[in-house]
């Protein structure tokens, strides 16, 4: 029994975190570049270090020599009020190749660091550990390879940190967890190992977590049901087990929960039905069992897309699937599920 009108869970996750990306761009931290300025010489040869570390087949740092202020330099924002900081790197989709230089340390006063969408490799360097009043950490769509430093927990100011789509190997670091002005964390679509780290309960500011495309294994931490503030949870394709945890039923500003391709067990806890505000609620591919309530849907008027594909569950279809009047999409395939599905869903 499928239903399905939308293109797939994948791609509105995307979108959802495509709008969460803009709206976090709208902190105020942006940047002018000005004239008339006097940057130090560490934070020009800072700067200078990693364009030496790249190549630039397009030219997009053409303008980066010494006979230019470094506040001109494409790619580079300073203050307003203190001309001789630069606050702002942001160099993504410029085509670079190579690494990254571990003199970007020197960017004391840098609150935004993008170096998404390159074909960056090498390691992340421990270094940028050492930029504290970091707000913003992009380096995803790159190549990036070994370990996530434990040392970016010295960035305590971070509201956004994004290595998605890279190489990286090994586990999370648990000192992540202290980075409590957290907004936005997402690691999805690298080759990560272990546990999640059950300090990641600390990040009270936490909206959208993304961990999805990893090797990750054990249970789903109970204490993410401490995490008032969470609005997206996307754990899918990873080796996680164990039951889904009633707790996150507490998160009543859950808008996507996404546990797609993993090994869970149990059901579906009673309390996931009182989340009003859910869109996204997707668990297939997993080993699922029991019943859903005849009333499940009947708080879940938000709801568009739901899957239950590919699970053991069983039982007559919920009566209160009308009530999910906003429903695009609907899998229950490759269950042991029996009734009939209404006619007409959504609204």
């Known amino acids: 029994l499928k239903s399905s009108i939308l293109p797939s869970v994948q791609t509105k996750i995307m979108n959802t975190l495509i709008f969460l990306c803009f709206t976090l761009s709208l902190y105020p931290y942006h940047t002018v570049s000005l004239a008339s300025t006097n940057v130090t010489a560490v934070q020009m040869r800072a700067l200078l270090s990693l364009k030496d570390m790249v190549s630039d087949p397009f030219g997009s740092l053409h303008s980066w020599n010494s006979s230019n202020n470094p506040c001109r330099w494409r790619g580079v924002g300073c203050s307003r009020k203190h001309t001789e900081r630069i606050l702002e790197l942001n160099l993504n989709s410029f085509g670079l190749i190579g690494g990254i230089s571990p003199l970007l340390r020197n960017l004391s006063y840098l609150h935004v660091l993008n170096l998404g969408e390159n074909h960056l490799a090498g390691q992340i360097p421990a270094d940028l550990g050492h930029l504290r009043r970091l707000r913003v950490l992009n380096l995803s769509m790159n190549s990036l390879q070994g370990g996530i430093p434990t040392s970016l927990a010295g960035c305590t100011n971070l509201m956004k940190l994004n290595l998605a789509h890279n190489q990286l190997r090994g586990e999370i670091p648990g000192e992540i967890g202290s980075l409590r002005n957290l907004v936005f964390f997402t690691l999805h679509t690298n080759y990560l190992t272990g546990n999640i780290p059950s300090s990641l309960a600390n990040l009270s500011s936490l909206v959208s977590l993304s961990l999805a495309k990893n090797f990750l294994s054990g249970m789903i931490p109970t204490s993410f049901g401490n995490l008032s503030n969470l609005t997206i949870i996307s754990l899918l394709n990873n080796q996680l087990s164990g039951a889904i945890p009633s707790s996150l039923g507490r998160l009543t500003n859950m808008v996507t929960l996404i546990l797609d391709q993993n090994n869970l067990t149990g059901s579906i806890p009673p309390t996931i039905w009182n989340i009003s505000s859910l869109v996204i609620f997707s668990v297939e591919t997993n080993e699922l069992t029991g019943t859903v309530p005849p009333n499940a849907l009947s708080k879940l ?17 919920p009566s209160s699937l009308p009530n999910a009047t906003s429903l695009i999409q609907f899998e229950i395939a490759i269950n042991h599920f029996s009734g009939t599905i209404p006619p007409k869903l959504g609204g």
């Open 301 to 317: 008027s938000a709801l568009k897309i739901f899957s239950l594909a590919e699970n053991n569950f069983h039982g007559q279809i």
